[in-house]
T-cell receptor, first 115, second 113 residues
Framework: DSGVTQTPKHLITATGQRVTLRCSPR?????VYWYQQSLDQGLQFLIQ???????AKGNILERFSAQQFPDLHSELNLSSLELGDSALYFC??????????????FGEGSRLTVL | GENVEQHPSTLSVQEGDSAVIKCTYS??????FPWYKQELGKGPQLIID?????GEKKDQRIAVTLNKTAKHFSLHITETQPEDSAVYFC????????????FGQGTRLTINP
């Protein structure tokens, strides 16, 4: 158990809809990272928050947004969903604001299926 | 930006044999190279990492080698066991832009009993 909690574990929805994925980082971790893992694809970095502030953006679509709340949990909002958004979405957390200073702890992911 | 290529995409070895997974990176400024293992239904977990100031690092049956000149690094697993079956990801990152850990495409390793 990494200590990172993601909900929901599975989500099935229709095209055009909006969903929210939630992540609670490990106790004490200030950074939250969101990654997308599509079928046969590696882990694509979406966005990072550190202590409530956006720290870095990757290839995140404009239809997607995220935020980190004062209690450090984070939410990833996906809107106007398309079939191609079906993927496994991972949240990871770390103590520091940089991913090269130590381990990223990943949750078990939220599997999104868009029909 | 950084680009990480990983090979092979699938690897099948007999239990007890060794397995090697190779990665190349594009950004010569990259100086941190972790390896993550993803078991079925789980999130990736760090198994070993190496920084650019060393050429090799070992931890029991796993080792990582780094060739900065050629910009490639490799994961070596010796005496493979069934529990080594998983998807392995390499990654690379530089100090600048140090939030964007770039992962390879992954290698599905299967250990045959």
């Amino acid at each position: 158990d990494s200590g990172v909690t993601q909900t929901p574990k599975h989500l099935i929805t229709a095209t055009g809809q909006r969903v929210t994925l939630r992540c609670s980082p490990r106790s004490g971790d200030l950074s939250v990272y969101w990654y997308q893992q599509s079928l046969d694809q590696g882990l694509q970095f979406l966005i990072q928050y550190y202590n409530g502030e956006e720290r870095a953006k990757g290839n995140i679509l404009e239809r997607f947004s995220a935020q980190q709340f004062p209690d450090l949990h984070s939410e990833l909002n996906l809107s106007s969903l398309e079939l191609g958004d079906s993927a496994l979405y991972f949240c990871a957390s770390s103590v520091s604001g940089a991913a090269n200073t130590g381990e990223l702890f990943f949750g078990e992911g939220s599997r999104l299926t868009v029909l | 930006g950084e680009n990480v290529e990983q090979h092979p995409s699938t690897l099948s070895v007999q239990e007890g044999d060794s397995a090697v997974i190779k990665c190349t990176y594009s950004d010569s400024a990259s100086n941190y190279f972790p390896w993550y293992k993803q078991e079925l239904g789980k999130g990736p977990q760090l198994i070993i990492d190496i920084r650019s100031n060393v050429g090799e690092k070992k931890d029991q049956r796993i080792a990582v080698t780094l060739n900065k000149t050629a910009k490639h690094f490799s994961l070596h697993i010796t005496e493979t066991q069934p529990e080594d079956s998983a998807v392995y990801f390499c990654a690379a990152i530089a100090d600048q832009g140090a939030q964007k850990l770039v992962f390879g495409q992954g290698t599905r390793l299967t250990i045959n009993p």
